[in-house]
């Protein structure tokens, strides 16, 4: 649109040259049409005074010098075509303003039908671009909402750990105090019986089952990391679809709402 607009006054440029200079053809021929008009009428009233003067009139005089043929004097002929010439002239300058008139009215009506027409497919353009933006931006909320769930999952699921691993302490303590005790049986009490070997075994175990825990943990508060970066990268880009939309909605399509009429565009109003 901007590009026909500025392609549009460069054509209206180039037109108001051509209408200025047509108008300033016309007043020059103006001019000389009135100069002849003029210098007619004044030769009619000249010829007139002679036609009416006789041997009664009192204001006739002797002139000696006007016997002579003046140099500078045209003939009927150059006479005839002097004036057939500016009548020609002037109706030729008549003609071309009357066609380039006409000319203007077209490029008038022509450009702003042109203007309305790419109006009317910026603002079907704008109207669509909205939509998508409508569209993108409910999906996105969709999206975050689906992640808020999955984030109070995973906050829900490493408190659930933490508390796995604490409910895993007192048992812990309980089978290491038992070996730590057993340890000071004297002598060849020392023995490594089947108790013993179920006590090293259930430490084992549950050392094994807590540092699978943690890690657990671990991947459950980077799995929460990443969907907090997720939510916020959701909310960014939430919060750039709706000033989009404000700035094109609310702004360009408000703005646009005004865009001159057809016959403003054509400069008849």
């Not at 812990?172 to 038992?178: E, L, N, Y």
């Amino acid at each position: 649109e901007a590009e026909l607009i500025r392609n549009i006054q460069e054509l209206l440029k180039r037109t108001l040259m051509q209408a200025g200079n047509q108008l300033r053809l016309n007043r020059d021929f103006k001019e000389v049409c009135e100069i002849d008009w003029s210098d007619k009428v004044e030769t009619y009233n000249i010829d007139d005074k002679c036609g009416r003067c006789s041997e009664r009139s009192t204001n006739i005089q002797f002139h000696p010098s006007s016997g002579k043929y003046e140099e500078s004097a045209s003939t009927p002929e150059t006479w005839a075509k002097f004036s057939h010439d500016n009548i020609y002239r002037a109706e030729r300058e008549k003609m071309a303003s009357l066609s380039l008139r006409a000319l203007i009215d077209n490029i008038l009506h022509d450009v702003s039908e042109d203007l309305r027409t790419q109006c009317a497919a910026v603002n079907e353009a704008f109207a669509k671009r909205c939509e998508e933006l409508d569209d993108t931006k409910h999906k996105l909320e969709h999206h975050l909402k689906t992640i808020l769930k999955q984030i109070g999952d995973q906050e829900a699921s490493i408190a659930a750990l933490k508390q796995a691993i604490k409910d895993k302490e007192a048992p812990m303590k309980v089978a290491q105090t038992r070996l730590y005790d057993r340890s000071f049986r004297p002598n060849v009490e020392l023995c490594r019986d089947e108790a013993q070997f179920r006590l090293i075994k259930e430490v084992e175990e549950l050392t094994e089952s807590i540092e699978s825990l943690k890690q657990n943990q671990l991947e459950s508060e980077q799995s929460l990391r990443n969907l907090e970066d997720t939510r916020m990268n959701l909310e960014k880009e939430i919060a750039v679809k709706t000033n989009s939309i404000f700035i094109d909605r609310q702004k360009c399509m408000a703005l646009r709402t005004r865009y001159p009429a057809v016959l403003k565009l054509a400069g008849y109003q």
